[in-house]
């Protein structure tokens, strides 16, 4: 099922363009383009390699004070080896532990904050909350990170907190989400907002933004080897789409939220997925929103109140 939902902003909030260029690279990245396409006439093993080494690497900016202050908001923070996790409830609802629970997941270089939206709306309808800083997306973690460790996050809390009743993630937190859930990691739903789930189409979009295409494969072949020693042996190969795919039959209900003409993720992607889900006898639905783009959506109080509908 392909729904189509209109799009609508708050006015002060509707300013971000509909694609900010390709979601891992910092601001200043760009600008270093030039040197290393000459470079890469001369030293393509060199560039690729300098590459391969900042695919892991969001480069975030220090975080601003009002967001700092937005986090104390919380009732409480979990206590994570890296990345961090706030936990937020209505006073009413601090002792009665069957509340169920949803934790927010924000894309790469984003940040908790992005997500604020969503929490109010699911307080309100009787949901306790976890907003995440993913690792290395904190001032207070090393800057680098990688998939695996990003997933591990969505484990330690089902460990510490009990059983995680949904998930509300945005673009590179989908495939994070995805690879987390297991047999003992199952998600009654999933909402999946500007989902990106083809590593490659990642890949891809991230040479592009140097205009060094050609060098792909050398790229690939680095992140490989970094992967089997920063990680684990196979652990590159293991972001095969028939792996992240399997581990959404964890979940009851997957519903994807996007505009057809974001150019961000891989739509064909995703129709895939939705299919393979279909065909599993899972729950799911393609929700089509126009002129979001990319980061808007998180921004569309339409989208975020027929989510919030949907997970009760």
Known sequence: MIENIPSQTTGADNIAPKNNGTEVLPAWATKIGNILRIL????????????????FKPYMSKQKQHVTD?????????????GQAFLFSRAEQLSK??????????????????????????????FQVVMVNLPAHCDTDPN????????????????????????IAHSFGTPVTALALNENLKIRK????????????????????????RLVPRIEQHLKKMCDELIFEGSWENL?????????????????WQDPEDTEISI????????YLKDHGKSTSINEVA?????????????VERICDRLV
């Open 40 to 55: 890469a006439y001369f030293m393509p093993s060199a560039v690729s390699k300098f590459m391969a080494k900042m695919w």
């Open 70 to 82: 937005w986090q104390k908001k919380a009732d409480k923070e979990i206590e994570l080896p890296k």
């Open 97 to 126: 532990q069957e509340k169920p629970l949803v934790v927010c997941i924000h894309g790469w270089r984003g940040r908790a904050h992005q997500m604020r939206r969503f929490l109010d709306p699911l307080l309100d309808r009787g």
């Open 144 to 167: 680098q990170t990688d998939i695996y460790e990003c997933a591990e996050v969505i484990k330690q809390l089902a460990q510490k907190l009990g059983p995680i009743d949904s998930i």
């Open 190 to 213: 999933l909402m999946f907002l500007a989902g990106n789930f083809n590593i490659r189409h990642l890949l891809m979009q991230y040479a592009q933004a140097f205009d060094l295409e």
């Open 240 to 256: 095969r789409m028939e792996v992240i795919i399997g581990n959404l039959l964890h979940a009851e209900d997957v519903q994807f």
């Open 268 to 275: 064909p992607t995703n129709l895939q997925i939705h299919q």
């Open 291 to 303: 002129d979001l783009g990319h980061f808007n959506i998180l921004k569309s109080n339409e989208v």
